[in-house]
């Protein structure tokens, strides 16, 4: 006997698709504008920006082409769809940032000794208008970072940008100023070191969704004791909690109940209390339960708790 609620219609990327299309946009136009001032001024810290908006813009394609594919039906052996795509992009996304900061940092120490003339005038505009591009497009993605992996993972990209975009307006003041053009490949190297902390978060927490491990939040030792204090609820055993894709959290339970209550016709009672408490209580709302008689409970695997 078991109970189960829907699908959620759409994934939680899916309602900011258009605002990672917005930001996409700029990332582009923005990435444009860094490599020409890159190659105008000769300065290694706005070409390494441009790198990173590179894979910020590979990134944004990626959580856009994500989201499409999270939003296909369920069919076939894909009973969840195309929903697990949106993590996949989101560890893209992160392999793709330490990838960026690795070159940069290799790059700054391929220099030291010989930096080349820097314009600094023209790296100063363009990492001007960088920073505010990147300022508004953080706060586009800024109200789904929470709800959707895929877009935390973009707004983390935009907002390490931003940084690197001060690093290059920081960098290019003190060689306008002092003439020290070392000043840039220290801004390339503040940019990569940026980047590995954010990429190496965000790949941890795709990494534990798709090693399904429970969900932040979700206590499984708080579960057992809330659904052994369901009324006619005798034990709780095979108890599962994981992630389908952000904010799709998922649960199944085998569980004991007395007698009484099956013999009584109050299975779906029970169901009913079981899936309200841990909605209310764990925002979990899309749970399946299998009901066992407790001289059935004997017959079940050992393996699990």
Not at 95 to 104: F, H, Q
Not at 184 to 201: M, N, Q, T, Y
């Amino acid at each position: 006997m078991g109970h189960a609620h829907g699908h959620a219609p759409a994934t939680a990327g899916a309602e900011h698709r258009s605002r990672l299309g917005v930001v996409l946009g700029l990332t582009l136009a923005v990435l444009v504008a860094e490599v020409v001032g890159a190659l105008l001024s000769g300065s290694l810290a706005l070409l390494a920006d441009a790198g990173h908006m590179a894979t910020d813009a590979a990134g944004l394609a990626l959580a856009l082409a994500a989201v499409g594919l999270a939003q296909r039906p369920a069919r076939g052996r894909r009973t969840f769809g195309w929903q697990r795509v949106e993590i996949l992009a989101a560890v893209a996304n992160g392999l793709l940032l330490i990838g960026v900061a690795a070159y940069v940092l290799i790059e700054a120490i391929q220099r030291i000794g010989q930096p080349p003339e820097i314009g600094a005038g023209l790296m100063l505009v363009v990492a001007s208008v960088g920073l505010v591009v990147n300022l508004g497009s953080m706060a586009l993605l800024r109200r789904g970072r929470d709800s959707s992996l895929n877009v935390r993972g973009a707004y983390l990209e935009v907002a390490a940008d931003a940084l690197g975009s001060v690093a290059v307006i920081v960098a290019a003041v003190v060689i306008a100023t002092t003439g020290w053009t070392p000043a840039d490949l220290v801004a390339s190297a503040v940019i990569g070191c940026l980047v590995l902390p954010r990429a190496w978060h965000l790949l941890r927490e795709a990494f534990d969704v798709l090693l399904e491990a429970a969900p932040r939040g979700v206590d499984l030792n708080d579960v057992r004791t809330h659904i052994l204090g369901v009324d006619g609820v005798l034990d709780v055993h095979d108890l599962h909690a994981w992630t389908i894709t952000s904010g799709l959290p998922v649960l199944s339970a085998h569980v004991v109940v007395t007698d009484q209550a099956l013999a009584a016709g109050h299975g779906g009672r029970v169901l009913d209390a079981l899936c309200s408490c841990l909605g209310e209580h764990f925002d979990v709302e899309h749970c399946t339960f299998q009901l066992e008689a407790a001289a059935h409970a004997g017959h079940e695997s050992p393996v699990h708790d």
